[in-house]
């Protein structure tokens, strides 16, 4: 029924400890999400310790294949989101209740202001200055309104010259050969 030759990948199993099983899919189900380098032959850096970067990938490997997680893949590294479906999974897997719910899921908590914090990057008011005009504020200085500023050079008075009657250089500024 189950020869080599007739279907080898059925045969290939990874094997895959369950207290490793367990600590990856409470990893994956407290993010919501899981990262994983394309390298297998270190541990994971935040599973545990113990826990082989394999057996993060295969495991999440299979999840994908039964849609538990959607895979993306960039520069080396594999990074999977859990979809409703895993979710659901994983808490029965993992026998938690409906209200816990990956941090993915969560909404941000914005953290209260104390005194002297502003609405600044870097804490502090920053609103009017006092030595300097806001934006679209009254101008001190500048040029004056009948300026009219000349772009001389090399280009500027060969055009100037043609414009007062004076001839046009030809041949990139060099004369013609006398016949």
């Known amino acids: ?3 080599p030759r007739a279907s080898p990948h059925l045969l290939a199993r990874m094997i895959i400890t369950k207290k490793d099983r367990v600590a990856i899919c409470k990893y994956l189900f407290e993010e919501g999400v899981m990262v994983c380098k394309k390298d297998y032959n270190v ?3 935040k599973v545990e310790p113990t826990v082989k970067n394999l057996h993060v990938c295969k495991l999440m490997q299979s999840f994908k294949s039964k849609g ?3 895979e993306t893949f960039s520069w080396q590294y594999y990074y999977y989101y859990l979809t409703d479906e895993g979710i659901q999974f994983l808490r029965d897997f993992l026998h938690l209740g409906e209200e816990v719910v990956p941090n993915t899921l969560k909404k941000p908590r914005v953290a209260s202001r104390g005194p002297g914090m502003g609405r600044g990057k870097f804490g502090g008011d920053r609103g009017d200055r006092g030595d300097r ?3 679209g504020g009254e101008k001190k200085g500048g040029a004056p309104s009948d300026f009219k500023p000349s772009f001389g050079g090399r280009g500027g008075d060969r ?3 043609e414009k007062e009657g004076g001839s046009r250089p030809r041949f990139g500024g060099r004369g013609a050969a006398a016949p």
């Open 133 to 135: 005009p806001r934006f």
């Open 68 to 70: 538990y997680v959607n």
């Open 1 to 3: 029924l189950f020869s």
């Open 43 to 45: 541990n994971h850096p």
């Open 159 to 161: 055009w100037n010259r």
